[in-house]
């Protein structure tokens, strides 16, 4: 039997079932079910998850609105990694539950950066010809 893989590399079940507990955590927060303080003051997205190919690791990539107090948030996220774990092993059926790992998702500050030097007059004046 052969996997289906996407151009990534990674195959279409690790990508549906980090998507799965992606809704499990961005649900778990919009409603107010973890009880802390921190999280309760912001809003956090959850950008991506990524899944090992054994789905016992999943590796949580999140943005708090605005990117205000991100060390507090991955902070207030780490300590209630155990609730988190919980209810995604209860949520998203697998044979295992996953270990979550939460990381400050830096994907936006590098579209930013890309973004600054596109504009920047040093690459504006070799694009002034066309």
Do not use: C
């Not at 999943?58 to 209810?87: S, Y």
């Amino acid at each position: 039997m052969r996997r289906t893989e996407t151009p990534e590399g990674r195959s279409v079940r690790l990508l549906r079932v980090g998507e799965q507990v992606r809704h499990v955590l961005s649900e778990l927060l919009q409603r107010g079910e973890v009880h802390d303080e921190t999280l309760q003051k912001h809003l956090v997205s959850i950008t991506e998850v990524r899944m090992s190919p054994d789905l016992r690791h999943a590796t949580v990539f999140v943005k708090p609105l605005l990117g205000e107090d991100e060390e507090a948030v991955l902070k207030a996220l780490r300590q209630n990694t155990a609730f988190f774990q919980r209810e995604v092993a209860h949520r998203v059926r697998t044979k295992y539950a996953a270990k979550l790992k939460f990381l400050a998702d830096e994907s936006f500050d590098e579209g930013t950066h890309i973004d600054r030097i596109l504009r920047s007059e040093k690459v504006a004046q070799d694009l002034g010809g066309e």
